[in-house]
């Protein structure tokens, strides 16, 4: 049997994406859940407990919007994979201070210190050609270009 707030948190969620014609976070922020429990139990626990205690109610209460609550989250994730800064990469590729979610930048966390890519932890429903470099050089680490 569902939890209804689990179940009212997906509706909403869904809603959201079809109205905004948004990508689905919930896959990758899974990926980024379990690379974060084989990194540090006690991270993982914690973000388990906000996902359960903060994000699904926020979002079932209408406290939160779902797609920045889930952004908020994945951001959470990515701190903790990758201490350092939260940037946004807007369509023309300058980068700026997180603030708060957006959808139309590219949302990174930029490691501190010496080494590491980039952890995604937004993506624009598309990315502007500008987005799409810099994600390709730092999240997926490729340094010459297509063709």
């Known amino acids: 049997m569902s939890n209804p707030i689990t179940a009212e948190a997906e ?4 809603s959201a994406l079809k109205a905004h014609g948004a990508r689905d976070p919930r896959e990758f922020y899974r990926e980024r859940l379990r690379d974060l429990k ?3 139990l006690e991270a993982y626990e914690r973000a388990v407990a906000y996902y359960r205690d903060t994000l699904l109610p926020s979002i079932a209460n209408e406290k939160a919007e779902p797609l920045d609550a889930w952004t908020e989250y994945g951001r ?6 990758a201490p350092g800064r939260t940037v ?7 980068a700026h201070p997180y603030e708060r979610p957006s959808r139309t930048d ?13 952890v995604l932890v937004a993506l624009p429903s598309e990315l502007s050609r500008a987005q799409r470099a810099t994600y390709d050089v730092l ?8 063709g």
């Open 11 to 14: 509706k909403k969620l869904e």
């Open 38 to 40: 084989e990194a540090d």
């Open 76 to 81: 959470r994730l990515a701190v903790a994979l």
């Open 88 to 94: 946004r990469v807007d369509a023309s590729g300058k």
């Open 106 to 118: 590219l949302v990174l966390q930029i490691p501190g210190g010496k080494g590491g890519r980039a």
């Open 139 to 146: 999240v997926s680490g490729k340094t010459r270009a297509p």
